[in-house]
T-cell receptor
Framework: RKEVEQDPGPFNVPEGATVAFNCTYSNSASQSFFWYRQDCRKEPKLLMS???SGNEDGRFTAQLNRASQYISLLIRDSKLSDSATYLC???????FGKGTTLSVSS | GAVVSQHPSRVICKSGTSVKIECRSLDFQATTMFWYRQFPKQSLMLMATSNEGSKATYEQGVEKDKFLINHASLTLSTLTVTSAHPEDSSFYIC??????????FGSGTQLSVL
């Protein structure tokens, strides 16, 4: 099993929709995870850090399920500007998932 | 906040030439920096971990003689792609941990080898 696996994309949703991505991991020693957002041909930017059970920031909620070894990212009330690729990252080896592409349409 | 500066943002070179990419941490000291490569529609792949004052640690499959990494100071790491060939064309990105252990990325370098 690969160390980090993400939901395959793309996710195509209308504005205002709620969408969720999952990221499963195999290294059970991980204590923290990150969700990054990457726009085409640009550097990834930190979206959220997940240290314990979860984290919420506005329309974005990240949750960690240690028993099932996955983290999720929930986006509520999707905006056109949310269209990007979302990467989950597993420290300390900085293993990146392949990313989930989200496309929000009007 | 912490900023990582990467230059150049884009470079086009002839096959066989060498290209140097710089990565600087602007307002913090980075004892460790990371170099990644990303091919179109693929994930970021860690190439190597750059350690200040010591040799870089390369990931499996990455040729250390082709991708020379130098981390001469706490704020600067360089990646030199030696004798570049078209298959080396890719998006190269560096990153570094800030003091509060957040990972910040450079803006990336798009390398095109003709």
């Amino acid at each position: 099993r690969k160390e980090v696996e993400q939901d395959p994309g793309p996710f195509n949703v209308p504005e205002g929709a709620t969408v969720a991505f999952n990221c499963t991991y195999s290294n059970s020693a991980s204590q923290s995870f990150f969700w990054y957002r990457q726009d085409c041909r640009k550097e990834p930017k930190l979206l959220m850090s997940v240290y314990s059970s979860g984290n919420e920031d506005g329309r974005f909620t990240a949750q960690l399920n240690r028993a099932s070894q996955y983290i999720s990212l929930l986006i509520r009330d999707s905006k056109l500007s949310d269209s990007a690729t979302y990467l989950c990252v597993l420290p300390p080896a900085l293993i990146f998932g392949k990313g989930t592409t989200l496309s929000v349409s009007s | 906040g912490a900023v990582v500066s990467q230059h150049p943002s884009r470079v086009i070179c002839k096959s066989g030439t060498s290209v140097k990419i710089e990565c600087r941490s602007l307002d913090f000291q980075a004892t460790t920096m990371f170099w990644y490569r990303q091919f179109p529609k693929q994930s970021l792949m860690l190439m190597a971990t750059s350690n200040e004052g010591s040799k870089a640690t390369y990931e499996q499959g990455v040729e250390k003689d082709k991708f020379l990494i130098n981390h001469a100071s706490l704020t600067l790491s360089t990646l030199t792609v030696t004798s570049a060939h078209p298959e080396d064309s890719s998006f190269y990105i560096c990153s570094a941990y800030s003091r509060n252990e957040k990972l910040f990325f450079g803006s990336g370098t798009q390398l095109s080898v003709l």
